[in-house]
């Protein structure tokens, strides 16, 4: 099953989620298949730095980022 993130979660809940789930791989619309490779807190959101198949680096914020954790993906 995906795990959602984004905009319904407190920047605190959602920092405490990335810690355990950093260097997980993730799934955006647009960006497709990526892995979580840094996240840092940044005034009232988090930035996520995701290395993704077809787009390489890019740098995204929590708030904005429709992107949901592959959990189960290996």
């Known amino acids: 099953p995906l795990g959602e993130i984004g905009l319904a979660r407190t920047v605190e809940s959602s920092l405490a989620e990335l810690n355990a789930v950093a260097g997980a791989k993730v799934v955006h619309p647009k960006f497709g298949n990526g892995l979580i490779v840094g996240l840092t807190k940044e005034a009232n959101d988090i930035k996520l730095q995701i290395l993704f198949d077809n787009y390489g680096l890019k740098t995204l914020l929590l708030s904005?980022?429709?992107?949901?954790?592959?959990?189960?993906?290996?």
């Open 64 to 74: 904005l980022a429709p992107l949901k954790i592959r959990e189960n993906d290996k």
